[in-house]
C-alpha cells in the first residue's frame, strides 16, 4: 500500500502563493501517475493537476498559469508538490493528493489540507 501525508494548506489573501507538498511512501514502486484534486463545500471534487510517471503535466482550465505542480523522488519516498501562485477566492477547498497505482487498490488519497483564500 502507499501512504500520502499532505502538507502546506493555510489562510492566505487573493493574489497570494501557497506551496502544497504530498510525501508518499510504502510501496512507492507501485505509483504510477500522481496528481492534486480539490473539494469546495457543496461541489464535487475535481482534479487540478496531474503528472504522469514520465513526467507530462495536464492542469484544470481555471489554474492554468497560475499552479505547477512538480515531483521528485528521494530514498523511500516521492514528493508530489503544487506551486500555487496568483490564488483566487475560488482556489478556496480541501485539496488532496492522489496516487494511481499498479496492482490493487487502484489508488490512494491523502487526508487533504484546507486552502482559504480571502478576497
Known amino acids: 500500500q502507499v501512504q500520502l501525508v499532505e502538507s502546506g494548506g493555510g489562510l492566505v489573501q487573493a493574489g497570494g502563493s501557497l506551496r502544497l507538498s504530498c510525501a508518499a511512501s510504502?510501496?512507492?514502486?507501485?505509483?504510477?501517475?500522481m496528481g492534486w484534486h480539490r473539494q469546495a463545500p457543496g461541489k464535487q471534487r475535481e482534479l487540478v493537476a496531474r503528472?504522469?510517471?514520465?513526467?507530462?503535466?495536464?492542469?484544470a482550465d481555471s489554474v492554468k498559469g497560475r499552479f505547477t505542480i512538480s515531483r521528485d523522488s528521494a530514498q523511500n519516498t516521492v514528493y508530489l508538490d503544487l506551486q500555487m501562485n496568483s490564488l483566487r477566492p475560488e482556489d478556496t477547498a480541501v485539496y488532496y493528493c492522489?496516487?494511481?497505482?499498479?496492482?490493487?487498490?487502484?489508488?490512494?488519497w491523502g487526508q487533504g489540507t484546507q486552502v482559504t483564500v480571502s478576497s
Open positions: 492522489n496516487a494511481d497505482l499498479t496492482g490493487w487498490p487502484p489508488n490512494s
Open positions: 510504502g510501496s512507492i514502486f507501485s505509483i504510477k501517475h
Open positions: 503528472i504522469t510517471s514520465g513526467g507530462r503535466t495536464n492542469y
